[in-house]
């Protein structure tokens, strides 16, 4: 607001106003700023016409009890199981360090409905790394936390049952109900029949990665049963030990449950596809009894690869009797006519001391073999096949088959699949025979006994053994598939891509690797959502300490990526922020917008441009002043979005502090920063959002004391009382710096406050000296709306400020100041 101009013969008592309607601004000295704006704002956020004090902090954890006591990272996983229930699972998770070092601890709060409600955690895994956790959402109702060694995966208490069959074990029913015990439906189109035969019901479970427990919902319960299971060990079946019935023999809902198979469970075909296999054998089951829903208890775990279903085009045939033959194309495709020899393979008489090779670009577990014709099988009793690999010197056998072509012990008896434990990446290696010029995985076939004399293959393909998952720093859930990103061990630029809707396959045509730029690793990464004119783009960012790459596309086909920035990166990973809201970048435009720390600031990008925000603050990133940022730890910088609010809060550390002692907030609708100063003890290190199963949203943080707080919640920081601080920029009353002036008095405006008892302080600071003087304190109670203070001052000045201080630690908004004004009488020429 102006001030009148004046001359100095005018002894006319004059007002002055300073609105509190500007902005906080640290890269100027004092002078420089305009009326209204700030050089401290500190605990107090930006309204529509000014400022208000912020809330308090509260303990989630019921005690600092952790063996650990700094908060490294966090993250709120929240998801509907698929349970019968349709309720949501609500799991927080936070690491903890002793301030950087062991012990380190990845926690999981105990209760899943707790949010924003006191809660009591307990170990999920234990780091082997000092690196901070990064967690993500991921496909198919799970989460990810990885720390650059584990890719660890959770679904949490129940995850979706891949497959479900009801079966004779002599093959006279196979009553495949997985679609129907998927969902939380009972009518009779969406229940299993427990069918039993000789005495017993046998139903195959399947998974995605291994399980220690099912949970059968029972619609209509029978006559109480006794259960074992078994799961599939690579060769054989085995018995699952340490088994709990928590269905009381399938007579009431509840989990079968038994203990872990993450480290001895392997992947077997059955019928249609791969998948971690379990066995259940129901003796006494009656048939009346019907299950609704099946779900599964998958504990955490590394991430494994699965077959899409897709199979491998064979790359290269021969048959070796007494010499080479190539064949190729003979078993290519599927396309056998018995009156033409070069649509299939003849293996007639192939004795045990003959073979067939079969090349693939990639190692396999198994080969599907199409025999055609009924009338050309082999019919020799006892017949074994064997499959042997290349170990770099020789061919070893890949051990025991399980072999889905043969009949009563004839191995290639009918079409089939066959599998067998997959060999270690360690021993198993490409090469090349007969006149094959490239090296292949190349799998020998044979049998021990000589086959019929009129055997037809007609075609071969592969089943791919699972991708060895090698550790990543962090992952991206972007249109529904999960990125793994920085490869730690080798390519730590690239980024691997999910077959679609799935954490479980990094294989086939539906997955893909792309890398960006130079060796330089990605260490962070989000989406954004952007809109021109018509067109709708959803892009994923992928950000180096320098640069910034843009992919977009919908599927790996026509993904292609773009360089944004070969200088601009990110220098803190846990700045980033994604803020899902309408800001302004452009009058009329508005847009979603990233926002993270590069070195030379605060960034931003709205999928256009990067723009640096952090000019009014920029004393942090400038090498000449005292609050410089430390840059030895920028790497442990953090932040959070307060999406309530529209606020990203940067936390970080200056000078020479070892520990983040700094937070501030940029008000992403005003444009606009301001400080928080939480007090000793109770700085955050990390923040992150969380939901209530409502949808009310909340902030979570962790500091350096043990706890865990909820943000803007109560009415101090923890036990510290909330110190809120405006000063004002230097004013000059005359509107000259030339004129000295005495000013009479101050009157303070603001929001009436009838619950705090604590006296807002009011300081003078005059012609730049930093030493003030205080003036009496008051309340901020009124019987009115507002509260309207008049100090006296009587001083003679050319410049003045105005800091207004007030703890408080018994009301929500402590302070909500609204106006500075004065009154001044000109004096004389300043000296």
């Not at 649509?343 to 073999?369: I, N, P, R, V």
């Not at 072999?403 to 009918?414: F, L, P, Q, R, Y």
């Not at 009011?762 to 009115?784: H, M, P, V």
Request: proline residues 4%; contains cysteine; aromatic residues 12%.
């Amino acid at each position: 607001m102006a001030t009148p101009s004046i001359t100095i013969k005018d002894s006319t008592l004059k007002p002055f106003d300073i609105p509190l309607s500007g902005k906080l601004r640290k890269d100027v000295d004092p002078l420089y700023l305009s009326p209204g704006d700030f050089r401290e704002l500190i605990n107090c956020r930006y309204t529509v016409n000014g400022i208000k004090g912020v809330m308090g902090q509260t303990k989630i954890n019921s005690a600092a009890a952790f063996t650990s006591l700094r908060v490294d990272s966090g993250f709120h996983f929240l998801k509907d199981q698929p349970g019968e229930s349709g309720t949501k699972e609500s799991h927080v998770f936070v690491q903890t360090s002793n301030n950087g070092v062991a012990p380190f601890q990845l926690l999981k709060s105990n209760a899943i409905l707790a949010v924003p409600g006191v809660d009591t955690f307990s170990s999920f895994v234990t780091p082997t790394t000092s690196a901070p956790f990064r967690f993500s959402t991921a496909p198919d109702g799970s989460m990810i936390a990885f720390d650059g060694k584990k890719n660890y995966v959770w679904g949490g208490n129940e995850i979706r049952c891949s497959k479900f069959v009801v079966y004779d074990p002599s093959d006279t029913f196979w009553y495949d109900y997985t679609f129907r015990i998927r969902n939380t439906l009972t009518d009779a189109q969406n229940v299993a029949s427990m069918t039993p035969v000789g005495g017993a019901c046998y139903a195959y479970v399947g998974s995605v990665r291994p399980i220690s427990g099912v949970k059968f919902t029972i619609s209509t319960p029978g006559v109480a049963c006794t259960v074992t299971a078994y799961y599939w060990n690579g060769t054989t079946w085995a018995a699952c030990t340490g088994i709990v019935d928590g269905t009381a023999g399938m007579t009431i809902t509840g989990e079968i449950s038994f203990d872990s198979t993450v480290a001895t469970a392997k992947v077997k075909y059955l019928r249609d596809s791969i998948a971690y296999y379990y066995k259940f054998v129901f003796t006494g089951l009656t048939a009346a009894t019907k299950v609704s829903c099946v779900t599964l208890n998958a504990p955490v775990q590394e991430i494994v690869d699965i077959w899409d279903g897709s199979p491998r085009t064979v790359l290269s045939a021969f048959k070796l009797t007494s010499e080479y033959s190539d064949y190729i194309m003979n078993v290519l495709k599927e396309e056998y006519f018995s009156l033409d020899e070069t649509t299939y393979a003849q293996a007639g008489a192939l004795t045990a001391a003959q073979y067939f090779y079969f090349g693939f670009s990639e190692a396999m577990m198994g080969m599907a073999f199409v025999i055609p014709d009924a009338n050309y099988v082999n019919k020799v009793a006892a017949t074994t096949m064997i499959v042997d690999y290349w170990n770099g010197t020789s061919w070893i056998s890949v051990g025991t088959l399980d072999d889905g072509t043969s009949t009563g012990g004839i191995a290639w008896n009918h079409t089939g699949i066959t599998t067998w434990q997959q060999v270690s990446p360690a021993l198993e290696f490409p090469t090349s025979v007969a006149s094959l010029k490239d090296s292949l995985f190349i799998y020998r076939v044979h049998f021990d006994k000589t086959l019929s004399a009129d055997v037809r293959l007609d075609c071969v393909t592969g089943i791919p053994a699972q991708t060895v998952m090698k550790p990543h720093r962090f992952a991206l859930n972007w249109q529904n598939r999960i990125w793994l990103c920085c490869e730690t061990s080798q390519f730590q630029n690239s980024a691997w891509a999910s077959a679609y809707g799935t954490i479980s396959v990094f294989n086939g045509g539906d997955s893909t690797i792309m890398t960006f730029g130079d060796g330089q690793p990605i260490i962070a990464a989000q989406t954004l959502f952007t809109r021109y004119g018509g067109n709708l783009y959803d892009n994923a960012i992928f950000f180096k300490r320098s640069g910034i790459f843009l992919v977009d596309g919908v599927s790996p086909q026509d993904w292609k990526p773009y360089t944004i920035s070969e200088d601009v990166g990110l220098v803190a990973p846990q700045t980033l922020q994604k803020c899902d809201m309408s800001y302004n970048t452009a009058p009329g435009i508005t847009k979603h917008v990233l926002i993270w720390q590069s070195a030379r600031g605060i960034e931003f990008f709205d999928g256009n441009a990067i723009d640096n925000i952090s000019d009014d603050i920029k004393c942090f990133f400038d090498p000449g002043n005292a609050e410089y940022i430390n840059t030895s730890i920028v790497d442990q910088f953090g932040s959070y979005y307060d999406e309530k609010n529209y606020e990203y809060h940067w936390l970080f550390a200056t000078g020479t502090s070892t520990v983040l002692n700094k937070e501030f907030a940029y008000d992403l609708r005003k444009k606009k920063w301001f400080e928080i100063d939480r007090g000793t003890g109770k700085r955050l290190r990390v923040g992150w959002k969380t939901e209530d199963p409502k949808g009310n949203k909340f902030v979570y943080a962790g500091g350096v004391d043990g706890y865990i707080y909820r943000l803007e919640n109560g009415t101090n920081f923890d036990g510290n009382d909330i110190t809120h601080t405006v000063h004002t920029s230097d004013i000059n009353v005359a509107g000259s710096m030339c004129i000295e002036s005495k000013v009479r008095a101050i009157y303070v405006v603001g929001k009436a406050n009838n619950t705090s008892t604590n006296n807002v302080t009011i300081t003078l600071y005059k012609d730049g000296n930093e030493t003030g003087r205080d003036l009496e304190s008051f309340s901020q109670a009124s019987t009115k709306r507002n509260f309207h203070v008049k100090r006296g001052i009587g001083e003679n000045m050319v410049t003045m400020s105005i800091k207004l201080t007030v703890s408080t630690d018994d009301v929500s908004v402590g302070f909500e100041p609204i106006l500075i004004s004065g009154l001044f009488e000109p004096l004389r020429e300043a000296a």
